[in-house]
Nanobody, 122 residues
Framework: EVQLVESGGGLVQAGGSLRLSCAASGSSIAGYSLGWFRQAPGREREQVSCIASGGDLYYTDSVKGRFTISRDNAKNTVYLQMNNLKPEDTAIYYC????????????????WGQGTQVTVST
């Protein structure tokens, strides 16, 4: 079992950058796929990105070229570098983990962090 804690959110102007961190504890993340999700008020939760244990990547179209997911297994941490932020990126961002029984990003995640707020002003 793994516990996840996000940090790094905040208020930034459009065009700015943030780096979100998700620190894991209780288990090594080496064998996990890791995802970032976001949810704005009144909207469905959306998967932003994921990175599998072997490095396979996924990004939703709206963030391609702007966001970068990475992992540091030695630090037991996954990151989301967010550049050229837009007001529509405003949301609570969550990290999630799933034991990778098959290669590639999973369809479901069992473990979730508490979320960190990202607000992008115009």
């Amino acid at each position: 079992e793994v516990q996840l804690v996000e940090s790094g959110g905040g208020l930034v102007q459009a065009g700015g950058s943030l780096r979100l961190s998700c620190a894991a504890s209780g288990s090594s993340i080496a064998g996990y796929s890791l995802g970032w999700f976001r949810q704005a008020p009144g909207r469905e939760r959306e998967q932003v990105s994921c990175i599998a244990s072997g490095g396979d990547l996924y990004y939703t179209d709206s963030v391609k070229g702007r966001f970068t997911i990475s992992r540091d297994n030695a630090k037991n941490t996954v990151y989301l570098q967010m550049n050229n932020l837009k007001p529509e990126d405003t949301a609570i961002y969550y990290c999630a983990a799933e034991i990778e029984r098959w290669s590639g990003c999973p369809d479901e995640y069992d473990y979730w962090g508490q979320g960190t707020q990202v607000t992008v002003s115009t």
